[in-house]
């Protein structure tokens, strides 16, 4: 039987969130980032993420001979329309001012992907947040700490006591970028069956 002690696994991402998050569950992983061209439109976001972290996955298997490869794509979502990555700061302050006071949706899709044999688990998850409004002083503020820089939604949600960001529902890990909880129970699964010789 693999194991995950045993079966190399593999991080398709270059996100620090994403290594911290996978840290904590005391497997031993290595990090290769997945270059793709990420699609600019889906109808909706399950499609999206789906989407996207299966091309990072498949860019990455194709390099493994052997392991499990993990990626994954989180993304926002109102109004029917995604919240991607602020261009600048302007972006930023134009996002968050659409953001605040409503809740949206944070949209992660997960890929496991096992070479050999190709063997492969798709999921995808949702979590709602709600992100408080912010005066015209507080939006400086938080402008200033570059926390939106790279963020889907220009905003980085603190575990613990957020002054801006609430959980309204789902995974908390999810909204970071890595949904642990059901990833567990993936990797158990993959643990579970056999290996290919």
Known sequence: MASPATVRLILASSSPARRELLSRLGI??????????????????????????????????????????????TIAWIDGQPILKPRDEDDARR?????????????TGVVLWRRPGDVQVVWQEKSEVEFRGMTDE????YLATRQWHGSSGAYNINETADPYVKM??????????????????????????????
């Open 28 to 73: 031993p992983f290595t990090v290769q980032p997945a270059d793709i061209d990420e699609p600019d439109h889906f109808g909706d976001p399950r499609t999206f993420v789906q989407s996207v972290s299966w091309l990072k996955a498949a860019r990455v298997a194709a390099t493994v001979e052997r392991g499990l490869v993990l990626a994954a794509d």
């Open 138 to 141: 507080e939006m400086n503020v």
């Open 95 to 107: 996002i968050l001012r659409r953001l605040g006071g409503r809740v949206h949706e944070l949209w």
């Open 168 to 197: 309204v529902s789902g995974s908390m890990t999810n909204v970071i970028g890595l949904p642990l909880e059901s990833l567990q129970r993936m990797l158990a699964w993959f643990e579970a069956i056999t290996e290919p010789s």
